[in-house]
């Protein structure tokens, strides 16, 4: 189970109750990491939003959205496969620059 909520005081309530359920995926790191980890989707958002007005009038709509969608997918993989926490990161900030 990924912790896609860092901040949050449920989770880590629920991590204590339910430490059976829980599984740390990349062990090891600080809260601050994590929180860089989540937080990179919400850098990669608003550059995507910047560049995709750009990208439809040089490249047309239809071009435009195929790039929005294989980088989708290569973030995914990305995310999927990720083997360390910086990956993820890029991961996440690539798949927010896809959804901008």
């Not at 090891?28 to 939003?49: D, M, R």
């Not at 435009?64 to 969608?69: G, H, K, V």
């Amino acid at each position: 189970m990924y912790c896609l909520g860092v901040t949050s005081l449920h989770l880590l309530l629920a991590s204590h109750l339910f430490s059976c359920l829980v599984k740390v995926v990349f062990p090891g790191h600080s809260t601050t990491e994590w929180a860089v980890a989540v937080g990179a989707f919400a850098i990669g958002g608003p550059l995507g939003s910047m560049v995709a007005g750009q990208l439809a009038d040089s490249w047309g709509r239809r071009h435009a959205m195929l790039f929005c969608t294989y980088s989708f997918a290569a973030g995914g993989l990305l995310l999927t496969f990720a083997p360390n926490i910086i990956c993820l990161a890029l991961a996440r900030t690539i798949l927010g620059f896809s959804s901008g």
